[in-house]
């Protein structure tokens, strides 16, 4: 699905862009570099993560997805919840930069805040990756002629996107990213969210019909 392939590889720049803040954040530079990567950084989470990214998510996937009769809590809250936590920290992010021009101390803040910011956002990823995608083909198979239209008006409104691309592209460059973070450790499955067990029973709780059951454990193994 066409929709689901082009944000698979956006989540490719964009958890790269994620480690290399955390490389930035960590690299000693000077005051008024780092207020200046950290304003491309701010700029690239605001403009291409969320402007883009989130919004193809929000405006044209998690519809799709209510509009099958699923429900809005669970898989659904939990991932809105958590792009505005995103959007909490690229505000707070762009906040720093600005301290960085009145010299006032960052850099702790900055550490905390990035590492952060960096796992909580590489496990969406991973979830998005492994749980939510497989579900989307499946569940909006029938769809795909009407998303790959509405995506179609949706990428001719997106403005200044190679542009976008291109400045993470770039910040990848300048600070090469973390692949690793201590204590973090990703994976695959409902299993690795902080939210299932709590406001999130899985996919399959959530989501899966008897029919769907019957038909899984029908399946040869």
């Given at each position: 699905?066409?929709?689901?392939?082009?944000?698979?590889?956006?989540?490719?720049?964009?958890?790269?862009?994620?480690?290399?803040?955390?490389?930035?954040?960590?690299?000693?530079?000077?005051?008024?570099?780092?207020?200046?990567?950290?304003?491309?950084?701010?700029?690239?989470?605001?403009?291409?993560?969320?402007?883009?990214?989130?919004?193809?998510?929000?405006?044209?996937?998690?519809?799709?997805?209510?509009?099958?009769?699923?429900?809005?809590?669970?898989?659904?809250?939990?991932?809105?919840?958590?792009?505005?936590e995103h959007r909490a920290v690229a505000t707070a992010l762009r906040a720093m930069a600005r301290a960085c021009g009145a010299r006032e101390p960052v850099e702790s803040a900055l550490q905390v805040l990035a590492?952060?910011?960096?796992?909580?956002?590489?496990?969406?990823?991973?979830?998005?990756?492994?749980?939510?995608?497989?579900?989307?083909?499946?569940?909006?198979?029938?769809?795909?002629?009407?998303?790959?239209?509405?995506?179609?008006?949706?990428?001719?409104r997106s403005e200044d996107l190679a542009s976008l691309a291109a400045l993470g592209a770039s910040l990848v460059?300048?600070?090469?990213?973390?692949?690793?973070?201590?204590?973090?450790?990703?994976?695959?499955?409902?299993?690795?969210?902080?939210?299932?067990?709590?406001?999130?029973?899985?996919?399959?709780?959530?989501?899966?019909?008897?029919?769907?059951?019957?038909?899984?454990?029908?399946?040869?193994?």
């Open positions: 699905m066409r929709i689901v392939d082009g944000l698979r590889s956006e989540h490719r720049l964009i958890e790269r862009v994620a480690g290399s803040l955390v490389t930035l954040a960590h690299s000693g530079a000077p005051r008024e570099e780092l207020g200046g990567a950290l304003g491309d950084v701010c700029t690239f989470l605001e403009g291409y993560v969320d402007g883009y990214h989130h919004a193809k998510e929000e405006d044209l996937l998690l519809p799709a997805l209510l509009a099958e009769q699923l429900p809005e809590a669970g898989p659904v809250a939990a991932l809105r919840g958590e792009h505005a590492t952060r910011y960096c796992a909580r956002l590489w496990e969406h990823i991973d979830k998005e990756d492994s749980v939510l995608f497989p579900e989307v083909e499946t569940r909006l198979a029938l769809q795909a002629g009407r998303l790959n239209a509405a995506l179609d008006a949706f990428e001719a460059e300048r600070f090469p990213p973390r692949t690793e973070l201590p204590g973090v450790m990703r994976g695959e499955g409902c299993v690795m969210c902080r939210h299932y067990g709590d406001t999130c029973q899985g996919i399959e709780r959530e989501w899966w019909t008897e029919l769907e059951w019957e038909t899984f454990w029908a399946r040869p193994t």
